[in-house]
């Protein structure tokens, strides 16, 4: 089932401007995981953030968490070309040594000069 | 260099035949995965393994069947069962409960 569902799915913005992605979710969760794809490439991690913590940067990325509310947002700072991606959010639950991540349906996210 | 290696990056199969991915890696991980994408949507599980030897079943495991009889690879097959089989199919991996994953380039299977 897919837990994660991002808002917007798609959006525009110009490069130098700031983007913002927001995720919701259903259940409890060990940590969410914020990934980028890019066109017909597999995905590649940007930034976990823990249950218990309610910010954290890498970057230009900042992620935020509310677990009250069940969401999670990814804020790209000065968006740059190379940006241009679709972006996923993961929730993951632990299960011995593995992480069973659930995703959701992506935000694509266009830069433009 | 560490990382995971997916073949072959497209494969056609005509609709009735059993198809094999294969997924390889060296990060000496011990857990992999299998997802699958379509068009405009996220990632299901399909299988993942914890270790050598063992595997469970993800959301969506019905007509697929995976092995772990190497650390290293994770090779899935799409059985004919399978009935709508044509998407994008990713591996991963990871090192340990809760660690994020690392993905392949992905595989694009085509069935007619």
């Known amino acids: 089932s897919q837990q994660g569902e991002e808002d917007p799915q798609a959006l525009s913005i110009q490069e130098g401007e700031n983007a913002t992605m927001n995720c919701s979710y259903k259940t409890s969760i060990n940590n969410l995981q914020w990934y980028r794809q890019n066109s017909g490439r597999g995905l590649v991690h940007l930034i976990l953030i823990r249950s218990n913590e309610r910010e954290k940067h890498s970057g230009r990325l900042r992620v935020t968490l509310d677990t009250s509310k069940k969401s999670s947002s990814l804020l790209i700072t000065a968006s740059r070309a190379a940006d241009t991606a679709s972006y996923f959010c993961a929730t993951a639950l632990v299960t011995g040594t593995a992480s069973k991540l659930t995703f959701g349906t992506g935000t694509r996210l266009q830069v433009t000069l | 260099d560490g990382g995971i290696t997916q073949s072959p990056k497209y494969l056609f199969r005509k609709e009735g035949q059993n198809v094999t991915l294969s997924c390889e890696q060296n990060?000496?991980?011990?857990?992999m995965y299998w997802y699958r994408q379509d068009p405009g949507q996220g990632l299901r599980l399909i299988y993942y393994?914890?270790?050598?030897?063992?595997?469970q079943k993800g959301d969506i495991a019905e007509g697929y069947s995976v092995s772990r009889e190497k650390k290293e690879s994770f090779p899935l097959t799409v059985t004919s069962a399978q009935k709508n089989p044509t998407a994008f199919y990713l591996c991963?991996?990871?090192?340990?409960?809760?660690?994020?994953?690392?993905f392949g380039n992905g595989t694009r299977l085509t069935v007619t």
């Open positions: 393994s914890q270790i050598v030897n063992d595997f």
């Open positions: 990060l000496n991980h011990d857990a």
């Open positions: 991963a991996s990871s090192q340990t409960g809760g660690s994020p994953l690392h």
